[in-house]
């Protein structure tokens, strides 16, 4: 349904860009006028600059074509240029060999990916403790092709018995039960997948736009490169299954740095052709009106009150768990862009030692709650309730009571009996006995 509607507008509005032809062709049904129309307004497309990774393909092909691993491959054979690398290289194959050897929890297969992280990890405890979660990594994919494997038997076991089974009481197309007849419709992964990419493209052409800066990865240490990149993958996700999402666009990205690649690693498919995703190594201010632009910052004391359809807000695609540096608010300063943050203290009471950083999927889950329904209460709901000033309140009290009922004697005798003098006056008491 939704492709034949997606094809009638693009008949309508006669513009369709090359991004997309691969994808439209195969449609059914897809008539000729359509065709000549996309050839000829090619260039009055009303995504134009939505895929900004066409005017980077170029750029884009030397590594981001790559596997994750061939990519760490090239960067470790780099690193094993130095000598002295080179020896510390040797020494870390030598130390893995003796945790295999002693029966530490060591895989069996190390990616290059695996020994370039080892490499930059400097103490031996953590070189440790990272094998030890590959290790884990590794038997739980061993487990689940097993798990794989015993529901395939257990399938192959049913039909035959199904085979094996007298149907001549009743016809098969009146045999409602597991492997016959269903009065329940069936969705399939595939087409909840083309729902959310239909969204997406939707809103490419009427949503309004929402752009993650991703120009802080100087600024962040290895893991909080992983975890931003992790973060950028489930803001992407949370704005695909809404029901308004915005035309979310992803600037200043650095095509060979490691946010690029671990981002890359959870959505392969973000340089499909037919994959709606906004990815450009170019800044946003040579995109987008700069007049338009609006960045969210939680170091800001603006408050925003209300969405402004007409606004281009901006979010920084930075993770900073040590410092708490405004780095967000200083880039918007440097660049003389109007500024704004939530009104979280407007309606959310935190707690002592509650912290109010808020995550990347977290700011687009209350965003798009908010434009969709012009609602601060109801789109704060995305913010972790063990934050909230009652909810800590309350853990606190439970681990009262709960230490309470372990020491209850000890609670009666310290209720019961009085108060303890421990003035001079009953010191000097004691000094004269």
Known sequence: MYSRIFRRFLVLSRQLPCKYDAGVKSQVGVSSLLLQNAAKDRRRSV?????????????????????????????????????DNEKFWRVLQLEVDVYRQNGFPVPEEIKPRHWYELTLLESRNKRRKYLDFLFGLEKKKAHREEKKQ????????????????????????????????????????STMNQLGNWRLLRAMIWGQKLVMDCGYEQQMTRYERRVCARQMMLAWAANRDHQDPFDLHFC??????????????????????????????????????????????????????????????????????????????AKAKRESLKMAKLPIDRYLHFGGGGHKALTLNQMISILLDVNFTNDWEYAFRHVPQRKLFHNRQKNMERRVNKFMKENEEQAVLYSSSEPQDFSIKSRKKFKGN
């Not at 092909?61 to 790559?66: A, F, K, M, Q």
């Not at 192959?156 to 001549?168: G, L, P, S, V």
């Open 252 to 329: 200043n990205f650095n095509a060979e740095g490691d946010v690029h690649a671990d981002f890359q690693a959870f959505i392969p498919t973000m340089y499909d052709d037919d994959f709606p995703m906004n990815i450009t190594s170019k800044p946003y201010l040579d995109i987008f009106d700069k007049d338009q632009l609006v960045y969210l910052t939680p170091d800001c004391p603006t408050e925003l009150k209300e969405i402004d359809p007409d606004a281009i807000y901006i979010i920084g695609a930075i993770v900073d768990k040590v410092s708490g540096r405004p780095l967000s608010m």
């Open 47 to 83: 995504f134009a600059g939505v895929r900004h990774c066409n005017t980077d393909v170029e750029h884009c092909n030397t590594d981001v074509g790559l596997k994750k691993d061939d990519a760490a491959q090239k960067k470790l054979d780099k690193w094993l240029e130095n000598p």
């Open 150 to 189: 015993l529901q395939r038997e257990s399938r192959e076991q049913f039909r035959a018995t199904e085979k094996m089974r007298d149907t001549t009481e009743s016809p098969t197309w009146l045999d409602y039960r597991l492997g016959r007849n269903s009065p329940f419709l069936r969705f399939y992964e």
